[in-house]
């Protein structure tokens, strides 16, 4: 069956340009997460949705980073005014069940969006 | 601060090498933990998780880790590696607080020559 896919795969943009990363989860899967992964280090948590809701964006790094599920399936990552320090691959998973306290879940990645700001 | 460590950032094998990658993290109480493979050009996926019960985990490919409370530690191990095990390979910790969030060591880059 198909992954989670993620468009742009590469995106590059000058600085203070607004950008916009798509993320398809799996079908039918409920719990949504946006990571950011720097140059050298690991993915860091951004946003987490269970269906439309967002219930966790305490990873967003700036006001100038918004994240949106409407329809509880699509999720758009809009960074506005972009800088450097935002050039970055932003991954998006999914897992099937709504988050909770196990945690016990595994989430499923998409290939990631690479962003190069000039 | 609470995170992940991973002290190797580079590795590299020969082919039928054992392998031993370390992670610790500094989260008390319960915790979740998982290893991540990133092979060239791919996603990133599953290799091992760790919940409860027996502290040594399988996973796919022939990995295994094993989880040592006392130490704070989940070390990722491989008998014999193989050339296709070139990849990064990340631990992840969930800290039990909530919403499944995922904290992830820096990652190793291991190569192994055939």
């Known amino acids: 069956g198909a992954g989670v896919s993620q468009s742009p795969r590469y995106k590059v943009a000058k600085r203070g340009q607004d950008v916009a990363l798509r993320c398809d989860p799996i079908s039918g899967h409920v719990s949504l997460f946006w990571y950011q992964q720097a140059l050298g280090q690991g993915p860091e948590f951004l946003t987490y949705f269970q269906n439309e809701a967002q219930l966790d964006k305490s990873g967003l790094p700036s006001d100038r980073f918004f994240a949106e599920r409407p329809e509880g399936s699509v999720s758009t990552l809009k960074i506005q005014r972009t800088q450097q320090e935002d050039s970055a691959v932003y991954l998006c998973?999914?897992?099937?069940?709504?988050?909770?306290?196990?945690?016990?879940?595994?989430?499923?990645f998409g290939p990631g969006t690479r962003l190069t700001v000039l | 601060a609470q995170s992940v460590s991973q002290h190797n950032h580079h590795v590299i094998l020969s082919e039928a090498a054992s392998l031993e990658l370390g992670c610790n993290y500094s989260?008390?109480?319960?915790?979740?933990l998982f290893w991540y493979v990133q092979y060239p050009g791919q996603h990133l996926q599953l290799l091992l998780k760790y919940f409860s019960g027996d502290p040594l985990v399988k996973g796919i490919k022939g990995f295994e880790a094993e989880f040592i409370k006392s130490k704070f530690s989940f070390n990722l191990r491989k008998p014999s590696v193989q050339w296709s095990d070139t990849a990064e390979y990340f631990c992840a910790v969930n800290p039990y607080t909530g919403f499944q969030k995922l904290v992830f060591g820096t990652g190793t880059r291991l190569l192994v020559s055939p």
């Open positions: 998973a999914s897992s099937p069940r709504p988050a909770g306290t196990s945690g016990k879940e595994e989430q499923f």
């Open positions: 989260y008390g109480g319960t915790v979740n």
